[in-house]
T-cell receptor
Framework: DTEVTQTPKHLVMGMTNKKSLKCEQH?????MYWYKQKAKKPPELMFV???????INESVPSRFSPECPNSSLLNLHLHALQPEDSALYLC????????????FGQGTRLTVV | GENVGLHLPTLSVQEGDNSIINCAYS??????FIWYKQESGKGPQFIID?????DKRQGQRVTVLLNKTVKHLSLQIAATQPGDSAVYFC???????????FGQGTELSVKP
C-alpha cells in the first residue's frame, strides 16, 4: 500500500463554519505534512509532524489547526476561514522527517464562500 | 502578495522526442531532491529522487541529473508520450528538518 488517502475530495464551507480535513497512510511513515497549493503555483509547506509531534509550523494562521491522533492519521481543523484560503490542500507522508520518498495524497479542493 | 498573471514556464515537445526539464535550486546545503509530476486536479506523483552524493540517477524512461556546482537539477524523459503531459516540480530538502521546498514548476505539453 503506497497510498495517502485524503477526505473529502471537495469541500465548500462558509466563513463561519468549522470543518476538518483528514489524511491517512498505512506505509509506516513517521512524518506527515500539510501543504497548501493555489492554482498554477507550487505546493507551500504548512505543517510537519514527526513521530506524531508538531515539528514545523510555517507561521500558519491559527484558523488552521493540525492534529495527529496517531502515526497513521493527520487532521487539519478549519475555523473562520477567509475566501483567500480557497485552495488545494495536500497531505504527504515520508519515512522520516528528512522528506525522503515523500508521497502525496490527491488533495482536498477547498472553497470558502 | 500573489503575482497575478504569472504563468508557469511551458515546454512543448512532439510525441516520441526526449524532454528535458530544468530546475535551479537555491540552498547549497540541500542534500536530497525529488521530481514530481502533477496532473490537473491531482496531487503530486513521485517520479524519481536523488541524493546530493550522486550526479545521476536513472529510472524507467526518466533520468535525473544533479550539478551541485551550479545548483541545477534536470529531469530527462525519453520518448515522451501524451500521458507525460503535466506540470513537473522539483523539490529540495534544505536540511531544515522536513522542509521539502518546491520549485515553481514547468508545464510539459506533448503534441501527438
Amino acid at each position: 500500500d503506497t497510498e495517502v488517502t485524503q477526505t473529502p475530495k471537495h469541500l465548500v464551507m462558509g466563513m463561519t463554519n468549522k470543518k476538518s480535513l483528514k489524511c491517512e497512510q498505512h506505509m509506516g511513515h513517521r512524518a506527515m505534512y500539510w501543504y497548501k497549493q493555489k492554482a498554477k503555483k507550487p505546493p507551500e509547506l504548512m505543517f510537519v509532524y514527526s513521530y506524531e509531534k508538531l515539528s514545523i509550523n510555517e507561521s500558519v494562521p491559527s484558523r488552521f489547526s493540525p492534529e495527529c491522533p496517531n502515526s497513521s492519521l493527520l487532521n487539519l481543523h478549519l475555523h473562520a476561514l477567509q475566501p483567500e484560503d480557497s485552495a488545494l490542500y495536500l497531505c504527504a507522508s515520508s519515512r522520516s522527517e528528512t522528506g525522503m520518498g515523500a508521497f502525496f495524497g490527491q488533495g482536498t479542493r477547498l472553497t470558502v464562500v | 502578495g500573489e503575482n497575478v498573471g504569472l504563468h508557469l514556464p511551458t515546454l512543448s515537445v512532439q510525441e516520441g522526442d526526449n524532454s528535458i526539464i530544468n530546475c535551479a535550486y537555491s540552498n547549497s546545503a540541500s542534500d536530497y531532491f525529488i521530481w514530481y509530476k502533477q496532473e490537473s486536479g491531482k496531487g503530486p506523483q513521485f517520479i524519481i529522487d536523488i541524493r546530493s552524493n550522486m550526479d545521476k540517477r536513472q529510472g524507467q524512461r526518466v533520468t535525473v541529473l544533479l550539478n551541485k556546482t551550479v545548483k541545477h537539477l534536470s529531469l530527462q524523459i525519453a520518448a515522451t508520450q501524451p500521458g507525460d503531459s503535466a506540470v513537473y516540480f522539483c523539490a529540495e530538502n534544505n536540511n531544515q528538518g522536513g522542509k521539502l521546498i518546491f520549485g515553481q514548476g514547468t508545464e510539459l505539453s506533448v503534441k501527438p
